[in-house]
DNA sequence: CCTACCGATCGGTAGG
DNA sequence: CCTACCGATCGGTAGG
């Protein structure tokens, strides 16, 4: 029977290492067969954990959504609503590409690129994360816009976009030429940004 | 012998093809056989125009970038040099992407993001085609700068990298939510960092 | 959770 | 430029 706490614990070291290769090679690019061999264990074996490819995939898209949640939303918390929260989700997010929490860098980046002119569950799974991510920090940025911290005619969707725009795009830059300076671009953009829709110039 | 009219013009067919499958499923998606069943030829005949599937690969990114060429920069050059092309550079590929010129949004977006962690000459060809294009932004930047139509500080590169991360963003925003408003979004961006950089506020 | 296998498809080749 | 084929790998299953 499936649920027991080895069970759990062997489902999560396969999936961290599912999203270390999707992030690199795509969902599609991560193979049972591959993904067994890796681990050290059969492939038959491995399929059992979850019945087919695209729930492989699909429970793949959830643990890397934790590690994300875990990484930069979790910790953005601590910090009060408000201007200092926008940054800081920000940074975190950076630092999470930067860092290569991911070795491909930003999961969601890579699969959402992969799936975003296919139909599916997974591009679903993939494009409700993606939903979650712009509304909080939508939601962010009107929290710091009520707080009077920034402009009150602020529109936080285009804000939202635009601080998107600039950490996804210092992820793409790093990784296809290789060039830590896109993440100071990025950084530069942000302040910038923040910096002119702030009341506190 | 290969290289006759006929020949390519078949080889133009093929690629054109090519390009929009990989623009949705991707290069690696690309697989011959299915483009030899789609195009009604056999599989060894279409493999016969380029010895490998790595050089299928790479003939189709140099396909696309062809076209990208004639739907983006070219139209920007009978635009004088100044703010006015940067304005149509930006307008160009927001239409080209939202005209799904490829049906899978724009090409280099899909390759660049599938090929960004991994090695080999289809990376480095895509690279340098997002260099270039990176480059030709600044270059245009940099004329309206000099021409005195942006503030003498602007920091081309800057600018440039900012422009095109609304850019993709709004490419990538409306293939995974369906959401052409993201056009507008980034047109926005562009309007408002393009005025705020310019000295004829 | 293993070995051993299934049909389908992959990139690529032989031979004409 | 075709048919017919190669070995490798794919997702998935049978049987224990």
């Known amino acids: 029977m499936a649920g027991r706490p080895r069970d759990e614990r062997t489902r999560s070291v396969i999936l961290r290492r599912a999203a270390d290769i999707a992030s690199q090679d795509g969902l599609e690019g991560l193979s049972i067969g591959r993904l067994a061999t890796d681990l050290g264990v059969s492939k038959s074996g491995l399929f059992g954990y979850f019945g087919s490819k695209e729930e492989l995939q699909l429970a793949t898209v959830r643990a890397a959504a934790a590690v994300y949640v875990e990484e930069v939303v979790q910790p953005a918390l601590t910090v009060p609503p408000g201007l200092g929260r926008v940054r800081r989700l920000c940074e975190n997010?950076?630092?999470?590409?930067?860092?290569?929490?991911?070795?491909?860098g930003c999961f969601f980046f890579a699969v959402n690129a992969e799936f975003d002119a296919r139909p599916g569950r997974v591009r679903d799974a993939?494009?409700?994360?993606?939903l979650d991510w712009t509304r909080f920090v939508a939601r962010a940025v009107d929290d710091a816009r009520q707080l009077g911290e920034l402009a009150g005619d602020t529109d936080p969707d285009q804000l939202a976009?635009?601080?998107?725009?600039?950490?996804?795009?210092?992820?793409?830059?790093?990784?296809?030429?290789?060039?830590?300076?896109?993440?100071?671009?990025?950084?530069?953009?942000?302040?910038?940004?923040?910096?002119?829709?702030?009341?506190?110039?």
Not at 126 to 130: D, H
Not at 166 to 185: G, I, K, Q, W
């Open 161 to 201: 976009f635009e601080l998107i725009a600039f950490m996804e795009t210092a992820n793409a830059v790093s990784l296809l030429h290789d060039d830590p300076n896109a993440y100071e671009r990025a950084r530069t953009a942000i302040r910038r940004c923040l910096d002119t829709a702030s009341t506190n110039r």
């Open 93 to 104: 997010w950076l630092s999470y590409s930067q860092r290569r929490v991911f070795p491909g």
């Open 126 to 130: 993939a494009a409700a994360a993606s």
